[in-house]
């Protein structure tokens, strides 16, 4: 089974409504994911607890690169200190099941002032060029950096850098527009 990294950007007000109601958490990426694949383009919805709505204002999900840009920005497989790090591995939990919904841990999520720092910190001047001389398959592979790093090194360091660069846009972009950010990995 494969780890995937999924993002929602939400308003405030609905990142309240998923803290009153954790246990909505897994409908939000499950049905997410139903919405935005049924849906050309048009902003996915989700009904949850009778007429309430939770409406993600965007989504990503950077596939099984999550651990790779992590590394890539705090030089480390496990969590680490620092802005850059929560970027990936971040978050105040979401419920309080140490294994969340899909197992890999509880969703994690991020109020908008903490969308702000972490932006900033993404999108400062030399991350991106620091996180790309910090690839090394050889260097991965040996920390277990996931999923493995043994193919062609041009192939899975275009794939890294590119989940990296939209994870970048997707924070600075929630930031603009003054939005939460949940995140869990499925």
């Not at 596939?63 to 970027?87: I, M, N, Q, S, T």
Request: some cysteine; overall charge negative; proline content about 6%.
């Amino acid at each position: 089974m494969s780890m995937i990294a999924k993002y929602v950007a939400l308003d405030e007000a609905d990142l309240d409504a998923l803290c009153a109601n954790p246990s909505l958490a897994p409908d939000l990426f499950i049905s997410m994911r139903r919405s935005v694949q049924a849906s050309a383009g048009g902003r996915p919805q989700l009904r949850v607890v009778g007429a309430a709505q939770i409406t993600p204002r965007a989504h990503l999900s950077l596939d099984k690169a999550w651990h790779g840009v992590h590394y890539l920005l705090c030089g480390r497989a496990e969590e680490a200190p620092g802005d850059l790090a929560k970027a990936v591995m971040g978050g105040r939990a979401l419920g309080s099941d140490p294994q969340g919904f899909s197992g890999y841990g509880p969703a994690r999520y991020f109020k908008p002032t903490d969308v702000d720092i972490i932006s900033a910190a993404l999108n400062a001047p030399g991350v991106a060029g620091n996180a790309a001389a910090r690839f090394d398959p050889d260097k991965m592979d040996e920390l277990g950096v996931y999923p493995g790093w043994d193919d062609e090194e041009d192939e899975g360091r275009d794939w890294v850098l590119d989940a990296l660069r939209d994870l970048c846009g997707f924070y600075a972009a929630a930031s603009h527009d003054r939005l939460a950010i949940v995140t869990c990995i499925v």
